[in-house]
């Protein structure tokens, strides 16, 4: 008995090995692109904040708050599996910041924050992120180059905004330090579904004309959290660009694009009505990488 329970362990591992032989993307050395992106744009929208019976004041992203652009480090891989196909993996560091100053009090999750003093909004690049995935399946190929490729996957997005004021009315002293006037949506994410496409036309052997849009949905649902009762979410991701890559070689591709994005959450139960809508158009410097 203690013989057989020893070969188990070898005879899972060989099994493991020949199945892992068998796939055939795990037969060959699969070609990666790495890209690195520098990203600025101009953001607007806004966001509004409830605590119990404490209806949050409408904040309007832009101008309002003092928050003048956006900025963006995007980190991506592609897994090419042989065929056209591909793996895409895509992390967004964003940076939204900006300051200002109301007259009037402003109410934003449970807290009074005076009027008169400075109001700093925050969500850094820790605070605001979004990772994607998504696999790419050609539709369509000529020979002369063009390329239409369909892509699914999901997207998840890890935001924590904060206003940072002079607390009035009922606040207490621990709430100067600011943990009571930031609101983590992250807490109520759901993966959104991400479905979409590319496009590509090649203008000259080294010159290519680059289209995609990618957009998912999730209707009203139970977030699977509780607070203050049971949590909905309701959200919206979406994202197009238009640009130009250059291949400086056979392996090193420059990019230039023009893009515009739009993503909506909002979060509802007893405790709780947490909205927000982000709309920005801007532009991307990007670096590809073959190897």
């Known amino acids: 008995m ?5 070969g188990l362990p070898q005879c899972a591992l060989r099994l493991a090995a020949i199945a892992l032989g068998c796939l055939p993307w795990a037969a060959r050395a699969a070609p990666w692109q790495l890209q690195l992106s520098l990203g600025r744009g101009t953001p607007g929208g806004m966001i509004q904040v409830r605590e119990n019976d404490v209806q949050g004041t409408p904040l309007y992203i832009g101008p309002e708050l003092g928050i003048h652009q956006v900025q963006h480090v995007i980190i991506g891989a592609d897994d090419e599996l042989g ?3 591909a793996l895409v993996l895509h992390l967004d560091l964003a940076r939204l910041y900006g300051e200002t100053q109301f007259t009037a009090p402003v109410y934003f999750n449970g807290v009074q924050l005076a009027g008169g003093y400075p109001l700093t909004s925050d969500a850094s690049r820790v605070n605001n992120w979004q990772f994607t995935g998504l696999y790419r399946q050609p539709l369509y ?7 239409l490729d369909a892509m699914v996957g999901f997207t998840y997005v890890g935001l924590t905004y904060s206003l940072q004021g002079h607390p009035a009315g009922s606040a207490n002293p621990g709430e100067l330090s600011g943990d009571r006037t930031k609101e983590d949506f992250i807490t ?4 959104v579904p ?3 496409v590319r496009f ?4 000259d052997s080294r010159l290519d004309l680059e289209a995609g849009f990618t ?3 999730l209707p009203r649902l139970y ?10 979410v309701t959200q919206t991701n979406q994202s197009e660009h238009l640009g130009l890559a250059y291949a400086a070689d056979a392996s090193l591709q420059v990019g230039f694009s023009w893009y515009d994005r739009y993503y909506m959450q909002y979060e509802q139960s007893a405790e709780d009505g947490n909205y927000i809508r982000l709309a920005e158009h801007g532009y991307y410097l990007s670096l590809r990488y073959r190897f």
């Open 2 to 6: 203690n013989a057989l329970h020893k």
């Open 200 to 203: 590509e036309y090649p203008l």
């Open 194 to 196: 991400q479905f979409g």
């Open 188 to 191: 109520q994410e759901l993966p």
């Open 215 to 217: 957009g998912g949905h």
């Open 83 to 85: 065929n056209g196909r």
């Open 223 to 232: 977030s699977l959290r509780n607070e203050g009762g049971k949590v909905y």
């Open 141 to 147: 190929a000529s020979t002369g180059g063009i390329k």
